[in-house]
């Protein structure tokens, strides 16, 4: 699907509210982690000639190629309102078509171990900024079979540990209802995360591609958790899967 045609609503200076790249700085494949200095490690690891095309209130993006192909790599922020301002502007002001959320998430099942990927085919929510365009419908909020097939295909190549089916975007971080996810974990959700819900109803929107792939950082039902000095090494895998769904 083609999105829509960028538009530059302040001329060719200044861009967006929130993204101050000039027209041409961003590609059409846009990474999103939440955390902008993950944005500058994940480009300064697997990005050649890597630039920053963005520094607007501390939100890292930087534009680079990987195996010839142009790569814009910038952050999202915590939560689905964040992550639907730069999705919206990204997609709407610049052009990106494919854009895929890097980031970690909590498992539910005990199948699932820390440090395994997880690719979202759905993401279910009880609330997102879109919610009140749907009025009463449910909308069920899904990745692109393309990205998803073949984000799985690079993984099972590359022996990473994978699971693929739905995952849960909460709007709150400390969530006190267990009680949810009791429920969540009965109707087979594989983990918790902040933001694909939102990116795939926005991308939807606007004709644009989406998946979430995420590294378990910690395991909810398990209480282990992702030491910090391991979690760059194991969200270099994630990384990876994402550019040959993006390019394969």
Not at 49 to 63: C, I
Not at 176 to 200: F, I, K, N, T, W
Not at 225 to 246: K, Y
Request: overall charge negative; hydrophobic content about 45%; charged content about 20%.
């Amino acid at each position: 699907m083609q999105g829509p045609a960028p538009r530059f609503p302040h001329g060719d200076t200044v861009m967006t509210f929130h993204i101050g790249a000039k027209p041409g700085e961003i590609a059409e494949t846009v990474l999103l982690p939440g955390d902008p200095y993950r944005a500058r490690w994940a480009a300064q690891t697997f990005l050649k000639d890597a630039v920053l095309v963005n520094e607007v209130r501390g939100m890292l993006g930087f534009t680079g190629t990987w195996n010839g192909h142009r790569v814009t790599i910038h952050g999202s922020g915590m939560g689905m309102p964040s992550l639907s301002i730069y999705a919206n502007e990204l997609i709407r002001d610049y052009g990106a078509k494919t854009l895929i959320r890097i980031g970690s998430a909590g498992a539910l099942p005990e199948s699932v171990k820390v440090r395994d990927v997880i690719l979202a085919q759905t993401a279910s929510t009880v609330g997102s900024p879109s919610r009140t365009i749907f009025k009463e419908l449910n909308f069920a909020p899904c990745a692109d079979f393309g990205l998803l097939s073949k984000a799985y295909a690079a993984a099972t190549a590359k022996d990473i540990p994978v699971h693929v089916g739905g995952i849960y975007s909460s709007d709150t971080f400390y969530d006190e209802r267990p009680d949810l996810s009791e429920q969540l974990l009965r109707h087979g959700c594989l983990g918790v995360e902040m933001e694909a819900a939102e990116l795939y109803i926005v991308a939807a929107r606007h004709g644009a591609r989406a998946l979430a792939v995420l590294t378990v950082s910690d395991h909810i039902t398990t209480g282990e958790a992702l030491p910090a000095d391991q979690r760059e090494r194991s969200f270099g895998a994630m990384i990876e899967i994402a550019l040959h769904a993006a390019f394969a």
